[in-house]
């Protein structure tokens, strides 16, 4: 009886791939993963780093305000605003940044957000844009959520880990295994072809892997998963801060979203805390059955902010509700001159106020 060819023949041994093989194999797959979010992200990243700057240059007729003596009131803007625009709810306000600058509005008109430009000098409207679709608003978007929400921002948190990933096995790759360091620290002078495109990608992806390792570790700290995870481990605010301080039961995160960022990252956790509509008539039998105080005016929001050394650059969120707060942020270019601030819409009292060193 005839054998079987397979029994005769000896069993072929397999041969396990080295570890740089898979190294090899992670970068590259890593590689084809991370590289287009990486161009999306650097790109609309710049457009949002420099946004000062690109709104001056590309909506110089909002942005601007030629300089007079005289000023009309955050009163009287907000006046112009509701007349021009009867029955819009009117969510925020950013006072001038500077002599010659407009002042803003966000309102919500029939269903239709739109960023309102007012002359503070003249009491005009300069001009109105869509607060969705412009291009800080669009860049803004695609950075945070590719613009189709939970999904796109997980897609970019699993990105940001590939990219991890990338410059790990990349480091282990380019890792000298000889004594010259042509070709390591710097590309190979007379490399030509395939081996000069190696040392290229070789030794720029070493001296730029710090940065790159740097934006992708704070940039999950920013996600929707991970960076809640860090959040809440990393700004713990003493509870004591809100002891005496009605509790609206939201946090102050509520108030961003994916194309507009009111509070800063640091204090998205902290408690967004309650005005008391019977605030003028505490001490006084029976005060919580009396008519609800007069709302503060927005001039007086103003001059509260100002007084307390806030600098320009502030928005102020109008109140939700009967026991809404005036809520104040500011993103400086230093972190600790950031100014989350919360007041009574009755009493003008400030009910929170977050400092660096807290």
């Not at 990338?166 to 081996?195: E, I, Q």
Request: aromatic content about 10%; charged content about 15%.
């Amino acid at each position: 009886m005839a054998s079987s060819p397979n029994s005769t023949a000896p069993a072929r041994e397999r041969v396990a791939p080295s570890f740089y093989n898979l190294a090899w194999r992670w970068h590259f797959y890593a590689g084809l993963f991370v590289i287009p979010f990486m161009i999306l992200l650097s790109i609309t990243g710049m457009i949002y780093l420099f946004k000062p700057q690109l709104d001056t240059w590309l909506y110089p007729h909002l942005m601007l305000a030629p300089v007079a003596e005289q000023r009309v009131s955050a009163d009287q803007q907000l006046a112009l605003v509701e007349q021009l625009y009867p029955g819009a709810v009117v969510s925020k306000y950013l006072p001038p940044l500077g002599e010659g600058r407009s002042a803003h509005f966000v309102i919500d008109n029939n269903g239709r957000l739109l960023n309102l430009f007012v002359d503070p000098y003249r009491g005009t409207l300069l001009g109105e844009q869509d607060a969705q679709w412009n291009l800080q608003a669009a860049a803004r978007t695609l950075h945070g959520d590719l613009m189709i929400g939970t999904l796109g921002d997980r897609l970019i948190e699993l990105a940001a880990g590939w990219g991890i990933v990338l410059v790990v096995s990349g480091l282990y790759l380019w890792w000298p295994r000889g004594n010259n360091p042509a070709g390591v620290l710097w590309p190979r002078r007379h490399a030509r072809g395939r081996l000069l495109w190696r040392d290229l990608h070789a030794v720029t992806g070493f001296w730029g892997s710090l940065l790159l390792m740097f934006m992708l570790l704070t940039g999950i700290t920013l996600t929707g998963s991970w960076g809640a995870q860090f959040a809440g481990a990393w700004n713990q605010f003493p509870a004591a801060m809100w002891d005496d301080v009605p509790n609206s039961g939201q946090l102050a995160g509520s108030l961003n979203s994916s194309r507009e960022q009111t509070v800063s990252w640091a204090a998205e956790v902290t408690p967004l805390p309650a005005s008391d509509p019977h605030a003028a008539h505490r001490g006084h039998a029976g005060h919580d059955h009396g008519p609800a105080a007069p709302r503060i005016s927005l001039q007086q929001v103003v001059d509260t902010v100002d007084a307390r050394g806030v600098q320009r650059g502030y928005s102020i969120s109008f109140p939700q509700g009967a026991t809404g707060v005036y809520s104040i942020g500011l993103f400086a270019d230093d972190p600790r001159n950031d100014a989350p601030l919360d007041l009574d819409q009755y009493s003008r009292e400030v009910l929170a106020d977050v400092v660096w060193a807290d």
